[in-house]
């Protein structure tokens, strides 16, 4: 029989972005913890490069966050970011906010929210890290971890009766779940990977392209991203196939890269003074969907995080469903208590699952947005409409990224739904409207009035 709740450590593997969250949640409810990472404690100087990478923080990861009570310590790391700038070709930019006047997402430094989380974790009592301990095997039914110490290389054994799975996209915790009977999993990766870069800062630390925005430069079948840092830098992020014509496998040279940026990025490229070096250094990083069922083991196992449900990252969502999923599994506890953790573990891949798959959809549909329709006049027209429909009707119309990134308590399976419908209605609509004027033309605002009200 379990020990009793109170004194048992609740064991969680991996102290990445989700377990540090979720291992907040759980000391908060009175639990000892042992969190246990396969890596050094970054923390410690000299373990990291210095390159910073950043990702875009929402509501649903606010949020996660508000719920320990941590968010003026990320706010303080982070950039608010109102609206997309796309980039052309030819060093043009048109604009398209991300939702309502003052509504943002944060471009945040990992590293930093990294080691936020993992000093607030360290505060609390009943708390331990050990850093540097990698799952190796996973004894399911005798509920007994084997790590390996990896410095020293000794292997040991660690009996549990409850283990939260946060290892990441290539769990340990899972894979030894995918082993059992009826375990489902599909791995999926996107036919392009991508490379980070570094777009300079300016003269003391200034921004050389708009701070408070996030910048997309749209191409068609590949695109570049850039998300702000504190220090007046950008992280860009090159999406692009492995293979073909225009590829990671095509640009061989410091020379073919050089020309390739000079031709589809000129604006940029003499801010990139590290290009050539950083396009050859740096990995080329691969793309993969990942869906698992279940994610609980007896009442003993829960994955949580990207070991549960890896997703692309063009909605910046990972994440932030990681840190949703620290919310949910929080709200469980509070409403069915800790008596019975396996109809709490249950309930939560109920519940979770329809929407972290229908996150992987809208991850995937929004990779074609970013790389190719932010790119065409007719469809920044739409987004337009849109907004004036939202504006006019905004109990019925809500823009399909709002849904996702600014109103957590619309679940994603919800938010997808409801996005598709959209997507058919302006499909209809958009035939009649050539220029953002025609919105006010009677027959349209009757067409409008009509659809909405089916
Ligand atoms: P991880 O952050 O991967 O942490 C897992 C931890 O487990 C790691 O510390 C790892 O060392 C440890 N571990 C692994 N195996 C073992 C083992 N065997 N033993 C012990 N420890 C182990 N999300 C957003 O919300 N917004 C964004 O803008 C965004 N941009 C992204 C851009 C890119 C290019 C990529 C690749 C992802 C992006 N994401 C974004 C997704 C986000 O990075 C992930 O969803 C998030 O990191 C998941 O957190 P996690 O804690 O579940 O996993």
Same mark, same amino acid.
């Given at each position: ?17 989700? $377990?540090t969250? !979720?291992? %907040?949640y ?7 913890v ?6 050094? *404690?970054?923390?410690?100087? $000299? ?17 996660g ?23 052309d ?30 000093? %607030? ?9 050990t850093?540097?301990?990698? !799952?190796?095997?996973?004894? &399911?039914?005798?509920?007994?971890l084997?790590?390996r ?7 040991? *054994? ?21 082993? &059992? ?6 791995q ?8 980070? !870069?570094?777009?300079?800062?300016? #003269?003391?630390?200034?921004?050389q392209?708009e701070?408070?925005? &996030? ?6 079948? =590949? ?38 940026? $000079? ?25 993969v ?19 549960a ?9 990972? @994440?932030?469903?990681?840190? +949703?999923?620290?919310?949910? %599994? ?6 069915? $208590? ?6 709490? @573990?249950?309930?939560f891949?109920?519940l ?11 991850? &995937? ?11 065409? #006049? ?33 679940? =994603? ?8 419908k959209?997507?058919a209605? @302006? ?19 009757e ?6 009200? +089916?």
């Amino acid at each position: 029989a379990a020990a009793p709740a109170a004194t048992e450590p609740l064991v969680i593997m991996g102290a990445g972005l989700v $377990g540090t969250l !979720l291992a %907040l949640y759980l000391t908060r409810r009175g639990h000892p913890v042992h969190l246990y990472e396969r890596l050094p *404690d970054p923390r410690k100087a $000299g373990l990291r490069e210095a390159r910073s990478i950043n990702l875009a923080l929402s509501d649903r990861g606010w949020r996660g966050l508000a719920g320990v009570g941590v968010t003026d310590d990320i706010r303080k790391v982070g950039i608010p970011m109102y609206r997309r700038v796309m980039h052309d070709q030819r060093g043009q930019l048109t604009y398209q906010p991300y939702g309502q006047e003052g509504q943002a997402i944060f471009s945040v430094s990992r590293d930093s929210l990294n080691r936020t989380l993992l000093d %607030l974790v360290e505060a609390k009592p009943d708390m331990e890290i050990t850093f540097g301990q990698k !799952l190796t095997q996973l004894d &399911l039914p005798a509920r007994r971890l084997h790590l390996r110490d990896v410095a020293s290389g000794r292997e040991y *054994d660690v009996p549990y009766q409850r283990l939260f799975g946060v290892d990441g996209a290539w769990s340990a915790v899972r894979g030894a779940m995918q082993r &059992l009977d009826r375990a489902d999993y599909s791995q999926q990766y996107l036919e392009y990977g991508y490379k980070e !870069l570094t777009i300079a800062a300016g #003269p003391n630390g200034t921004w050389q392209l708009e701070k408070n925005a &996030l910048h997309i430069w749209p191409r068609g079948n =590949y695109l570049m991203i850039a998300l702000p840092n504190l220090d007046g830098s950008f992280n860009a992020t090159l999406f692009f196939p492995y293979e073909g014509s225009l590829s990671f496998d095509s640009l061989r040279t410091p020379e073919e890269v050089e020309k390739f940026f $000079g031709d589809v990025f000129p604006d940029v490229v003499p801010l990139m003074p590290e290009l050539d070096t950083e396009f050859f250094n740096h990995p080329t990083g691969s793309l993969v969907t990942i869906r698992c069922w279940p994610w609980s083991y007896q009442d003993s196992v829960l994955l949580l995080g990207d070991a549960a449900h890896a997703i692309v990252p063009f909605y910046g969502q990972g @994440m932030n469903a990681g840190f +949703e999923d620290c919310t949910v %599994l929080d709200r469980l506890l509070d409403d069915l $208590g800790e008596g019975d953790w396996g109809r709490v @573990m249950d309930e939560f891949e109920r519940l979770r699952k329809p929407n972290t798959d229908a996150m992987a959809e809208l991850a &995937l549909y929004n990779f074609v947005e970013m790389r190719d329709r932010v790119a065409d #006049p007719r469809f920044l027209l739409q987004k337009r409409i849109e907004a004036k429909i939202a504006a006019q009707y905004p109990a019925k119309w809500l823009p399909l990224y709002s849904r996702v990134t600014f109103s957590p308590d619309t679940p =994603y399976a919800e938010a997808w739904a409801a996005g598709q419908k959209q997507d058919a209605i @302006m499909a209809r609509l958009m035939p009649h409207i050539q220029v953002e004027e025609d919105f006010e033309k009677p027959e349209v605002q009757e067409m409008v009035k009509s659809i909405l009200t +089916e």
